[in-house]
Every structure is written in C-alpha cells, then in structure tokens.
C-alpha cells in the first residue's frame, strides 16, 4: 500500500530555513510527480510546491524561497524552506496521485515566529 512519512519540521525563526523530507513507499516513486501542501489553521490545504521528472513549480507565495527536490534511489522528495516569514506557518503534508487516488502523509508541523 502507499505509504508517505514525512519528517523535519519543528520551529524556525523569521528568516531561518527548515528542511522537510518525505518518504515514500508502495508504488513506482519514480514515475510519479510529488506535492507539498500546507494547511494552516481556519484555511484550505494549499498547493506549495510540485515536482516532476523536469523540475519543480511553486506557488507565487513561496517561489525564490523553497526548493523541492527528490532523490529516486532513496523514493525521497524534500523541501527545503528558505527565509521563512511567520506566515509559512502550518501543517505540511507530502502527496502522491497514484492511479488517480490521492494519498497523503501524516503531516508535519512547520511554525515560525517572527
């Protein structure tokens, strides 16, 4: 079954960086592109990032300051935050679409104080 643990979350303060990994299990990692989101509370679950085989596309809030990458032979994806604003405070969650069903992790929480 599809499985995604994510990991690295924790407080940062305004400016700082936090680096979150998500590991996958369950399906051909590889074939599929993977997504961050992130919750905070009273809001919609947002689309932060995405990645594919050719690269990443982020969210107009978060471009120039988070990189998304993974690494096929460890089915790993990460995001790494840079110059966090109190604002990026929430829930991030890993996602897969896998045959059209979307599976997500258990979400770890990212919160910056400013």
């Known amino acids: 079954q599809v499985q995604l643990v994510e990991s690295g979350g924790g407080l940062a303060q305004a400016g700082g960086s936090l680096r979150l990994s998500c590991a996958a299990s369950?399906?051909?990692?590889?074939?599929?592109?993977m997504g961050w989101f992130r919750q905070a509370p009273g809001a919609e679950r947002e689309l932060v990032a995405a990645?594919?085989?050719?690269?990443?596309t982020y969210a107009d809030s978060v471009k120039g300051r988070f990189i998304t990458s993974r690494d096929n032979a460890k089915n790993t994806v990460f995001l790494q935050m840079n110059s966090l604003k109190p604002e990026d405070t929430a829930v991030y969650y890993c996602?897969?679409?896998?045959?059209?069903?979307?599976?997500w992790g258990q979400g770890t929480q990212v919160t910056v104080s400013s």
């Open positions: 990645i594919r085989w050719n690269g990443g």
């Open positions: 369950g399906f051909t990692f590889s074939s599929y592109a």
């Open positions: 996602n897969a679409r896998v045959f059209n069903i979307d599976y």
